[in-house]
Nanobody, 115 residues
């Protein structure tokens, strides 16, 4: 499974960005797609996930601001981020978890929110 993120960049506080994660390879083996982020000097943290059954979860800090979704072919996962805050600044990683509990990672995309 290969994962490629896109859509990061620099935005002012209160602005919006849309991240995409395109998957290839054994797509049918993926049970859930997730977004994680890692800010400078901090551990990587879970942000949002969507399962093959479209069950969605968010970390409390992004509820109401971020939305995770997937396209009809289920090989691209999106994350709309609204009302961005400086504390959202991080490298955002797309991750795929297979039914065999193997986790794959994308290369990451930088999101910087200026105050």
């Amino acid at each position: 499974v290969q994962l490629v993120e896109s859509g990061g960049g620099l935005v002012q506080a209160g602005g919006s960005l849309r991240l995409s994660c395109t998957t290839s390879g054994s797509i049918s083996s993926i049970a859930a797609m997730s977004w994680y982020r890692q800010a400078p000097g901090k551990q990587r943290e879970f942000v949002a996930s969507i399962t093959s059954a479209n069950i969605i979860s968010y970390v409390d800090s992004v509820k109401g601001r971020f939305t995770i979704s997937r396209d009809g072919a289920k090989n691209t996962v999106f994350r709309q981020m609204n009302s961005l805050k400086p504390e959202d600044t991080a490298v955002y990683y797309c991750s795929g978890l297979t039914y065999g509990s193997i986790r794959y990672w994308g290369q990451g995309t930088q999101v910087t929110v200026s105050s």
